[in-house]
């Protein structure tokens, strides 16, 4: 009967932790959420930091903590593991480029999956601001992560940027060594 309820619950731990995995690239961003600006608009913390106060309506941060994540999950697919910064604001003109534009501008097939920061956009409404993109890589098959196919890769981080704040306490450090 223990060996039974064990199995059950390594069972249901194994599909929890499945059901909130990303979708990402071996090389990810670490530690910075993503910026969506007016729900659809991917952009950096940078450009939101050059928009005058005054045309930002709302600012909601959403932190990856697992009850936290599940109620954007839906509304926000594989964008949330370190968290969302969603900026509801008025602007004159935003430059941005659809997923197609994109696509067409780098001569790739329409069906090329399309990664922020290392994490795929699952919804193809979203446009990236084009203020945010530092690098686009066009990364071939198996170059990453045993991918299968050609996918194309836009960061909106600077590369010193990208791995997040590495951190060690020294008292940390001496108890480990």
Known sequence: MKIKVLLIVALFSFLNSYGQSFEKLLYSKKDKPTVLINKNIIANFELIEQIPD???????????????????AKTYPNLGEYGLILVEMTFGKLDTKTQNEIRKFLDADTKTKIYIDGFLLMNEDYVIATKSIKEIEFISPNEQNLNEEKVINIWTLEKDR??????????RLQKAL
């Not at 005054?54 to 954007?72: G, P, R, W």
């Not at 990208?162 to 008292?171: E, F, P």
């Open 54 to 72: 005054s045309k930002i309506i709302k600012m909601e941060v959403m932190k990856t903590a697992q009850k936290e994540l599940d109620q954007y």
């Open 162 to 171: 990208r791995l997040g704040d590495l951190k060690i306490d020294s008292k």
